[in-house]
């Protein structure tokens, strides 16, 4: 069973920074696919940043480039999404997700339960 545990949202002005952190545990392995998604009320729910297992390759939706960061620690047990210049948009629940290699594939079975991060004008 592979438990995860978001924190560090919360509510910030425009233009403001939040970091978001997510425990892995249940399982010994360090090597997750890992990945931060989102969903805004009456909104779908989007990937935001995902990396890979050795904790190189990233991805990140076009309209969080330059402004987000994911990594993890040496562990491979943290996952972490660094969100600067905030904007009202960014608004939404956070959810961390992982999942076994290979990654790429876009898809992930384990899931957080989220934490929300509301950004004001």
């Known amino acids: 069973q592979v438990l995860l545990v978001e924190s560090g949202g919360g509510s910030v002005q425009a233009g403001g920074s939040l970091r978001l952190s997510c425990v892995v545990s249940?399982?010994?392995?360090?090597?997750?696919?890992m990945g931060w998604f989102r969903q805004a009320p009456g909104k779908e729910r989007e990937e935001v940043a995902t990396?890979?297992?050795?904790?190189?390759?990233?991805r990140y939706t076009d309209s969080v480039k330059g402004r987000f960061t994911i990594s993890k620690d040496n562990a491979g047990t943290i996952l972490y999404l660094q969100m600067n210049s905030l904007k009202p948009e960014d608004t939404a629940m956070y959810y961390c997700?992982?999942?076994?290699?290979?990654?790429?594939?876009?898809?992930?079975?384990?899931w957080g339960q989220g934490t929300q991060v509301t950004v004001s004008s």
């Open positions: 249940g399982y010994t392995y360090n090597r997750y696919c």
């Open positions: 990396i890979d297992g050795n904790g190189i390759t990233t």
């Open positions: 997700a992982a999942d076994f290699p290979p990654c790429g594939g876009g898809t992930f079975d384990y």
